[in-house]
């Protein structure tokens, strides 16, 4: 049995939206619940660095709207050796506080389930990353957002490529993880999504060929997630270009665009009751879990399975994608 009176929070790794109403939420429920809030910045370095300030409720007033994260976000190469991870135990001890609340993805709950071990730290997780690709949760902090980005960025794209007739590959982010290629080729009516979960690069673009994929269409956009697997847009375009002249072909990489941006509100929403449910986990004496939504309840899932990489695209979704572009 311990006693929580202070927390530390951070964000790490890639910046998400809603990051910032997650913040809002474990600041103020820790609060509400008479613990004491030490904001760290820039993640896992703030707390080898010592940069450290307490919040109030007021410091987390007017953000839940804001992208990106107040807290400045990192990814620390120091905190993945022994050595930068007892310095960063020994300013938790300076600063009095007890247990941690980290915001991120598969490397932030990484360094965390590896700090929790090695120095007993009550340390809870709160999914933020675009890539969604963290098993045990329907969806991560700014998924959504980013993925209402990639349309109305492919909505542009294919007003320029209906008039001019052309073939776009547009790349979009992931992370070796094809959600959001996928669900964004759906959503935009794409003619194809090439995700690193499926087959080969060859494959895939041989396949949309073969199935004439550009037979009754002006124009086509496929979306492409970076990864090596896939080949990236760029090396596609030019495959296609090599292979297949005579279509007008062009390139779009969407880029750090899709991670910036005002949360919609499904990230708001999803950030609030994480954020609440990270607290009530510490409180339960819970530790080194993430916490994650599934079919609108909150779940508690371990760091180990969380990170597995055990988190799968629906195929069927690519079956979906196909008889729609016909
Ligand atoms: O993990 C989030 C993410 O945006 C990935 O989709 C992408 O591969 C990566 O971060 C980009 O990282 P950086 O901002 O360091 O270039």
Request: contains cysteine; charged residues 25%.
């Amino acid at each position: 049995m311990y006693r929580i009176n202070c927390i530390g929070i951070l964000t790490s790794g890639g910046d998400a939206p809603g990051m910032n109403a997650a913040i809002r939420s474990v600041t103020r429920t820790a609060i509400f619940n008479g613990i004491q809030v030490k904001a760290i910045y820039r993640g896992y370095k703030g707390l080898i660095t010592g940069e450290i300030k307490e919040f109030h409720t007021e410091d987390v007033s007017n953000i839940i709207q804001r992208g990106g994260t107040i807290l400045k976000t990192a990814r620390c190469k120091e905190f993945m050796t022994p050595e930068g991870r007892q310095v960063a135990f020994e300013t938790m001890q300076r600063e009095g506080i007890d247990a941690l609340v980290v915001i991120g993805g598969d490397g932030t709950f990484t360094g965390a389930h590896i700090f929790g071990q090695e120095y007993n730290v009550p340390i809870v997780g709160v999914p933020g990353t675009i890539d969604n690709d963290l098993w045990g949760t329907d969806s991560t902090i700014g998924y959504d957002t980013a993925m209402n980005t990639i349309v109305e960025a492919v909505d542009k794209i294919r007003d320029t490529a209906n008039s001019h007739e052309r073939l776009f590959f547009v790349e979009v982010m992931g992370r070796d993880a094809g959600f959001l290629a996928l669900n964004s080729a759906l959503a935009s009516g794409a003619e194809a999504a090439i995700i690193p979960e499926r087959l080969t690069k060859e494959d895939q673009l041989e396949e949309l060929i073969k199935n004439g994929f550009r037979k009754s269409k002006n124009s086509s956009i496929v979306i492409v997630a970076e990864s090596p697997n896939t080949g990236g847009a760029q090396g596609l375009a030019e495959r296609m270009h090599t292979e297949h002249p005579e279509y007008d072909v062009r390139v779009t990489i969407l880029g750090h665009l899709q991670r910036g941006g005002s949360p919609k509100a499904y990230d708001r929403i999803l950030a609030s009751r994480m954020g609440v449910a990270a607290i009530d986990a510490l409180l339960d004496e819970q530790r080194s879990i993430m916490i994650g939504i599934v079919n609108d309840e909150i779940v508690h899932v371990p760091f180990s399975k969380a990170i597995k990489d055990d988190k799968q695209v629906n195929p069927d979704k690519l079956g979906v994608l196909q008889i729609l572009s016909i």
